[in-house]
């Protein structure tokens, strides 16, 4: 497999330094920036961002650190552009106290994001294109699983998605459509406390 190829692969991260570096929130914003840019110097997402170029570019240092942004190919000498090592990732903290509170703190900043990123859709939503309001917005659904069951559950979810990452990369732009927009679709599991009764 090319170097490049591996871009496009899942990245497994359990290193805590790497989650911990990951789990803040201008970072994880800059990540996500770069990614979908393809590649993006500091200057350009310090503007998107509202930040100022230096704290972009110590944070993108800072992501780098830990492999995940990499310098990309410049146009010319003078623009020094990033892009991310990989453009999809799971976390798996394993036995690592540190690690599983990176990864919960991480976790949150996901999930907060993509409130906010619901609320932004629902504001949006009435002028979109017929037929886009119908496929998005939240399923929800309670139901009993065991843990072979829910390991199952993300078996087949990660057989569904992965297809589809790989056929249109972040940041690969000539993959895409033209009518292909980006979609965030996070599956988020969670056990919840059974009712008085044991419901």
């Given at each position: 497999m090319s170097l490049e190829s591996e871009r496009y692969e899942r990245r497994v991260i359990g290193d805590p330094y790497a989650l911990r570096a990951l789990a803040h929130p201008l970072r994880l914003k800059l990540h996500a920036l770069v990614g979908r840019e393809g590649t993006i110097?500091?200057?350009e997402a310090a503007r998107q961002l509202g930040v100022s170029q230096a704290l972009a570019s110590?944070?993108?240092r800072q992501l780098a650190k830990y492999d995940l942004v990499e310098p990309a190919e410049a146009g010319d000498n003078r623009e020094?552009?990033?892009r991310v090592t990989h453009t999809s990732n799971r976390?798996?903290?394993?036995d690592s106290t540190e690690a599983w509170e990176a990864t919960e703190a991480l976790e949150r900043f996901l999930v907060e994001r993509l409130s906010a990123q619901l609320a932004d859709w629902q504001m949006r939503r009435a002028d979109a294109e017929p037929g886009w309001?119908?496929?998005t917005g939240v399923s929800q659904n309670v139901?009993?699983?065991?843990?072979?069951?829910?390991?199952?559950?993300?078996?087949a979810w990660d057989e569904l998605i992965t297809p589809l990452v790989r056929r249109r990369p972040l940041g690969d732009r000539e993959a895409r459509p033209a009518d292909a927009v980006p979609i965030d679709v996070t599956l988020v599991a969670v056990p919840v406390r059974p009712t008085a009764s044991g419901g």
């Open positions: 110097t500091a200057a110590h944070h993108l020094r552009p990033w976390f798996e903290p394993g309001s119908e496929q139901i009993y699983l065991t843990l072979d069951e829910l390991a199952e559950l993300n078996r």
